[in-house]
């Protein structure tokens, strides 16, 4: 089992940046593929992007592609995201979410882990 908490969430103008943390608690960061989430009120959750074991292959919603960059560290046991060039529509609470894979997981109903989630607001 692990127990996930994110971080780094607040308030930004649009263009600006933030990085978001996700700490893993438990065995065996390294066996988990772990991918990010969002979810804006009154819209469904909406996958972000993701990343296999090793880190060596991620893939990205084409609504983040080029702005936001997912990364692992196994040896600190934390999920990054670092997001560029933020725009309003970016604003939602963000999620990690683990699963025990080696690959890339996209569907949100395949991971069995889940962090609280941390704010991201934008504002125009």
């Known amino acids: 089992q692990v127990q996930l908490v994110e971080s780094g969430g607040g308030l930004v103008q649009a263009g600006g940046s933030l990085r978001l943390s996700c700490a893993a608690s438990?065995?065996?960061?390294?066996?988990?593929?772990m991918g990010w989430f969002r979810q804006a009120p009154g819209k469904e959750r909406e996958f972000v992007a993701a990343?296999?074991?090793?880190?060596?292959?991620?893939y990205y919603a084409d609504s983040v592609k080029g702005r936001f960059t997912i990364s692992r560290d196994n040896a600190k046991n934390t999920l990054y995201l670092q997001m560029n060039s933020l725009k309003p529509e970016d604003t939602a609470v963000y999620c990690c979410?683990?699963?025990?894979?080696?690959?890339?997981?996209?569907?949100?109903?395949?991971?069995?882990?889940w962090g609280q989630g941390t704010q991201v607001t934008v504002s125009s």
């Open positions: 990343i296999n074991w090793s880190g060596r292959s991620t």
């Open positions: 979410a683990a699963v025990p894979s080696t690959v890339v997981v996209v569907a949100s109903t395949l991971y069995d882990y």
């Open positions: 438990g065995r065996a960061f390294s066996s988990y593929a």
